[in-house]
């Protein structure tokens, strides 16, 4: 059994560490207040810019747009964000397992990555992927100038041939509790289908409105991707810091009463010591 010194020097150390965990947790819980207010705040501009698209594509007639061309399949990029920090649980392992899964397909389709974060990064540069481009340093507030050049690559990408079809892989944000890890289609843009019915002037004409929705629509989905995603790790490092706390106070009640064990067999073996001594001298 260790001794007395020792356990007391553990139980110092853990303390220390619980500290650490307990100030990360409150530090994660504060920032994901202010996160999750803008991931509420972003998805009504992205339905909206959906049911805009919708609504133009239905009364518009034939349209057409490098963005909206459907073409055979042959190359298919995903979007995967990922955080730049771990010490968030189990987020960036089942990001990367769904990841991994996409890239596993076996339909003819050769696949690669734009990797957003450093974590997603840091795995797959070491396997044989195709990592197209790459994004890391995002911070703890994605800014919109973020998604948008993740946008510009992603278009230029789909529009020059190298990717037939783009989707994302990120965590839907549900609760402190629940992340979701999501795979949506991002290219080509399909609307969906115009719910309300009526006609609608649009002016200066529908192709010039596409010109200027489409890649704003490309850049809310992206941005709407990066909130959620900041969003989920910040609930899943609050979480993970949590359990750590109650994991350090757990062990500190066991070395403590390990301690006491040991002083307690100190003590009796100094008394039956001295007791032994004292009989030897009668």
């Given at each position: 059994m260790a001794?007395?010194?020792d356990?007391r020097?553990?139980?110092?150390s853990?303390?220390?560490?619980?500290?650490?965990?307990?100030?990360m947790?409150?530090?994660a819980a504060?920032?994901?207040r202010?996160?999750q207010?803008?991931?509420?705040?972003?998805r009504?501009?992205?339905?909206?810019?959906q049911?805009?698209?919708?609504r133009?594509?239905?009364?518009?007639?034939d349209?057409?747009h490098?963005?909206?061309d459907?073409r055979?399949v042959?190359?298919?990029g995903?979007?995967l964000v990922s955080?730049?920090?771990g010490?968030c649980?189990?987020f960036?392992?089942?990001?990367?397992r769904?990841a991994r899964?996409?890239?596993a397909?076996e339909d003819?389709a050769?696949?690669?990555?734009?990797?957003v974060?450093?974590k997603?990064?840091?795995?797959?540069r070491r396997?044989?992927?195709?990592?197209?481009?790459?994004?890391?340093?995002?911070?703890?507030?994605?800014d919109?100038a973020?998604?948008?050049?993740?946008?510009?690559?992603v278009?230029?990408?789909?529009?020059n041939?190298?990717?037939?079809e783009v989707?994302v892989?990120?965590?839907?944000?549900?609760?402190?509790?629940?992340q979701?890890?999501?795979?949506v289609?991002?290219l080509p843009?399909?609307p969906?289908a115009?719910?309300?019915?009526?006609?609608?002037?649009?002016?200066?004409?529908?192709?010039?409105m596409l010109?200027?929705?489409?890649p704003?629509?490309?850049e809310s989905?992206?941005?709407?991707a990066?909130?959620e995603s900041?969003?989920?790790?910040?609930?899943?490092?609050m979480?993970a810091?949590d359990?750590?706390?109650?994991?350090?106070?757990?062990m500190?009640?066991k070395?403590t009463?390990?301690m006491?064990r040991?002083?307690?067999a100190?003590i009796t073996?100094?008394i039956?010591?001295?007791?032994?001594g004292?009989a030897?001298?009668?």
């Open positions: 001794g007395v010194r356990i020097r553990r139980i110092r853990v303390a220390n560490m619980q500290q650490i965990t307990k100030a947790k409150m530090v504060s920032k994901l202010r996160a207010e803008k991931v509420v705040a972003s009504p501009y992205a339905e909206r810019l049911a805009m698209l919708a133009l594509v239905a009364s518009g007639g349209l057409s490098p963005l909206l459907k055979p042959k190359n298919i995903y979007v955080s730049d920090k010490l649980g189990g960036n392992a089942n990001l990367i769904v899964e996409e890239l397909a003819g050769a696949r690669s990555l734009i990797v974060g450093q997603g990064l840091e795995f797959f396997r044989s992927v195709d990592i197209r481009a790459r994004f890391t340093g995002m911070g703890d507030s994605p919109f973020s998604a948008r050049r993740i946008a510009a690559q278009t230029e990408l789909y529009q041939g190298a990717l037939d989707y892989i990120y965590a839907a944000f549900v609760s402190v509790l629940n979701t890890p999501t795979v289609k991002l843009v399909e969906a115009e719910s309300g019915a009526g006609e609608y002037i649009i002016e200066p004409s529908p192709a010039v010109d200027l929705l489409l704003g629509y490309i989905r992206l941005f709407n990066l909130l900041k969003a989920s790790e910040l609930g899943a490092k979480t810091m359990s750590a706390t109650e994991n350090a106070k757990e500190i009640d070395l009463l390990a006491n040991a002083r307690q100190a073996t100094e039956t010591e001295i007791v032994g004292a030897a001298l009668e």
